[in-house]
């Protein structure tokens, strides 16, 4: 992975900001193009590089035999930075899975979850890394992750609509036939139906 240049980042920002007719003599304006750098680089794409099988691997410890239940997370929150606009989204996450080989702890869920979305990526990608990274790297025997998000790009501009929130669903393993159950009725924390 290419490592990053802040210099190069904070100088980017500063003609973004020219570009737009900014005028950096502007005392509020004196360190914007280091702290947008800064913001960037060390929190809202942290998630850039991690290897996510060394997180589970460190932030788990075997299961045998698997255990029956459903491991469930609920209310993990969520920042991420869309591509389209590099504008932020944020709201929560519910996840659940079987375990099978190793049991997760429930802070390296939400860790895995934290990494996998501070990124630019779409909201679907990161529920997908989610439930794939829990069975290809946990050896979960299914997993579950719904994202329900505030996309700042929706809310702020374009169709200007402040309250609408993006939800997705991703389902791997034993989880992907499991339809409206009762188990994955409590991780919405919704009644079943059907």
Avoid: W
């Avoid at 947008?36 to 998630?47: I, K, M, P």
């Avoid at 850039?48 to 993990?76: A, F, I, K, N, T």
């Avoid at 375990?99 to 990526?121: E, F, I, N, Q």
């Amino acid at each position: 992975m290419k490592p990053v240049d802040r210099e190069g980042a904070a100088r980017g920002i500063a003609a973004f900001l020219t570009a737009l007719g900014y005028d950096l003599g502007d005392p509020a304006l004196a360190r914007t193009p280091e702290r947008v750098a800064e913001a960037f680089a060390d929190e809202l794409l942290a998630g850039r590089g991690v290897d996510l099988e060394q997180l589970l691997l460190e932030g788990s410890e075997p299961c045998e035999p698997p255990l029956p239940g459903l491991v469930v997370v609920r209310g993990v929150r969520v920042a991420t930075v869309c591509p389209h606009h590099l504008l932020p989204a944020v709201g929560t996450a519910n996840i659940a899975y079987l375990p099978g080989r190793r049991l997760v702890g429930l802070g390296t869920v939400a860790r895995l979850v934290d990494v996998c979305a501070r990124k630019l990526t779409l909201q679907e990608a990161v529920g997908e890394q989610v439930t794939t990274a829990l069975v290809q790297h946990a050896g979960a025997r299914g997993a579950f992750c719904e994202l329900e998000l505030l996309h700042t790009c929706l809310a702020t501009r374009g169709a200007d609509q402040p309250d609408a929130r993006l939800v997705t669903v991703s389902r791997v393993g034993a989880l992907c036939d499991a339809g409206p159950s009762a188990d994955l009725a409590l991780v919405l924390g919704r009644p079943a139906r059907g």
